[in-house]
């Protein structure tokens, strides 16, 4: 198994940017898949990125071109760079990651606020 650890939540103005840290407790250079979600209040939780091993990501499409993950194997973190961030992004965020022939591991979450 593997415990992640989200930091670099808070609050920020409408345009802002803040930068999402998940530190995992051990190497994380095989596991394939991690990524972000969020959840808002009163909404499920959804997928806002994710990326592979082999550096592939995806986007949910309300933040492509505003967020970018990132993984760092010689720091086992994984990153999620929020610019131009709206109202609309404010959530408690998510690490998540797939592990093989386990259930998905989850970080405690972080909360981001953005006021208007």
């Known amino acids: 198994q593997v415990q992640l650890v989200e930091s670099g939540g808070g609050l920020v103005q409408a345009g802002g940017s803040l930068r999402l840290s998940c530190a995992a407790s051990?190497?994380?250079?095989?596991?394939?898949?991690m990524g972000w979600y969020r959840q808002a209040p009163g909404k499920q939780r959804e997928l806002v990125a994710a990326i592979t091993r082999g550096g592939s990501t995806n986007y949910a499409d309300s933040v492509k071109g505003r967020f970018t993950i990132s993984r760092d194997n010689a720091k086992n973190t994984v990153y999620l760079q929020m610019n131009s961030l709206k109202p609309e992004d404010t959530a408690v965020y998510y690490c998540?990651?797939?592990?093989?022939?386990?259930?998905?591991?989850w970080g405690q979450g972080t909360q981001v606020t953005v006021s208007s």
């Open positions: 998540n990651a797939n592990l093989p022939l386990l259930p998905p591991a």
């Open positions: 051990r190497s994380i250079s095989s596991i394939n898949a």
